[in-house]
């Protein structure tokens, strides 16, 4: 996939074309970067267009400025569909991409051909109790990286993924996330329920692993008693990444999607 840099902005973006085919967006999960949905990449590249993005702080989007923080991340994203010319795209999140794709769909709806998040949580409707506990964890897991960002990949590969394959692949992702670049994330929690959910003009598809830690199924169950339109669908053998635990599933679940999101 060709890198691209954004003008004016931290953000590195890889573009693959296929034609007249739809566009597909991935956002990857913290502290890894695009190349976690590499099985993706190789498996759509030849079906659709597609775009992936590094967060800010990730990947090959540290070329940071004063300023810049995570809560842009959807302004960022807008100026890239504008660059390439791109209407509206599919848009599949997997954690932190989760709330980013929310983020963005929240801002930019009409940008939005559908969206499918996974390990994420409702940020229009986020429980304050989950919210105060995620807090918790992630605090947690910040102060391990700030001491050692080896014992952090090493705890962390077992919380992002359940098998040895898709663990050893985000270790080794993880084990290059710098430092310094927890503090871009500052700002995520200004993107949690401070939005109403109004009628969704695309299809949503929510889910995680049936071994994604229990708070995360807890968050899915409550996301679908809140909207009850939406699809939702738990991987077998996966935990929080699952697009990285099962590809071969996972793609299957997208394809089936998006043909619905078309008929």
Not at 49 to 66: C, F, M, P, R, W
Not at 196 to 205: A, I, S
Request: glycine residues 6%; charged residues 20%.
């Amino acid at each position: 996939m060709t890198p691209i840099k954004l003008a004016n902005s931290p953000i590195t973006y890889f573009v693959s074309r296929a034609g007249q085919a739809e566009w597909i967006l991935f956002i990857h999960a913290a502290f890894v970067n695009h190349n976690m949905f590499q099985a993706q990449f190789e498996y759509f590249e030849n079906k659709h267009n597609i775009l992936a993005i590094d967060i800010i702080g990730h990947g090959q989007s540290t070329d940071t400025q004063k300023g810049d923080t995570v809560d842009k991340m959807s302004k960022w994203i807008f100026d890239i569909l504008e660059t390439e010319s791109i209407d509206k795209a599919h848009i599949v999140g997997v954690s932190l991409g989760a709330v980013l794709a929310q983020d963005f769909a929240n801002h930019y709806p009409h940008k939005v051909s559908s969206l499918a998040c996974f390990g994420g949580y409702d940020i229009n409707n986020f429980d304050a109790k989950m919210k105060h506990d995620n807090g918790a964890k992630q605090t947690l897991m910040m102060l391990k990286a700030l001491f050692s960002v080896k014992w952090f990949a090493k705890a962390n590969k077992k919380i992002s993924a359940y098998t040895s394959q898709a663990q050893n692949d985000f270790y080794a992702m993880n084990i290059c996330f710098p430092k310094k670049s927890f503090m871009f994330l500052a700002t995520l929690n200004t993107m949690v329920n401070k939005h109403e959910t109004g009628r969704r003009n695309y299809p949503l598809l929510i889910g995680c692993g049936k071994f994604d830690i229990p708070m995360e199924l807890e968050a899915i169950k409550a996301w679908k008693s809140s909207e009850p339109d939406c699809k939702v669908v738990l991987f077998e053998n996966a935990g929080h990444c699952v697009n990285m635990d099962v590809p071969q599933e996972f793609n299957r679940v997208m394809e089936e999607f998006w043909a619905g999101a078309n008929g």
